[in-house]
């Protein structure tokens, strides 16, 4: 009698462990295209912003407003050169264009250079502090420039 349940048994659990890899995936692409909508409105604001003659302070006090009443946990945006002068952050940081210095970090260079206009990286520890981000970054709207966007760990967990 139990015989005859196993295999139905069996493909009940891997159809279970099927679906859960595939939610999983569909989730995770939610979240980048929820991410790319909220790194390519960053993008518009800064443009607007500065052209209306924001200072950077000013525009890291609204991201810093931004980030305070959502799931986005940090901006990070920067001159031609890759150095992100507007952050909620407060962290020093520049891109840099080899993945020897920066494996994580690297790889959002193609938004400066001309090769993408989106980049959107799977959930990994960064390289400034180990904690585990995704990030999703568009090129400027205005001027080669990256507009990134992430989100810990905490803020991922789908159910």
Not at 5 to 17: N, S
Not at 56 to 73: D, K
Not at 80 to 87: N, P
Not at 133 to 144: L, N, Q, R, S, T
Request: some cysteine; hydrophobic content about 45%; aromatic content about 8%.
């Amino acid at each position: 009698m139990y015989r005859n349940r196993a295999p139905a048994i069996l493909v009940t659990v891997l159809a279970c462990f099927t679906n859960t890899s595939s939610r999983a995936a569909e989730c995770d692409d939610l979240i980048a295209r929820h991410m790319i909508g909220q790194a390519m409105l960053a993008a518009q604001f800064v443009a607007v912003a500065e052209k209306a003659g924001m200072t950077p302070a000013q525009i890291n006090g609204v991201l810093n407003t931004v980030t305070g009443s959502s799931a986005i946990e940090e901006f990070w945006i920067t001159d031609s050169a890759g150095h992100a002068y507007l952050t909620n952050t407060g962290i020093d940081f520049t891109f840099s264009p080899d993945p020897a210095k920066q494996p994580q970090a690297s790889a959002f260079w193609a938004l400066l250079d001309g090769r993408d206009k989106i980049v959107v990286q799977e959930t990994r520890r960064r390289e400034i502090d180990d904690r585990v981000f995704k990030y999703v970054g568009v090129a400027g709207v205005d001027k080669p420039r990256i507009v990134q966007v992430g989100v810990s760990e905490k803020n991922l967990l789908c159910k």
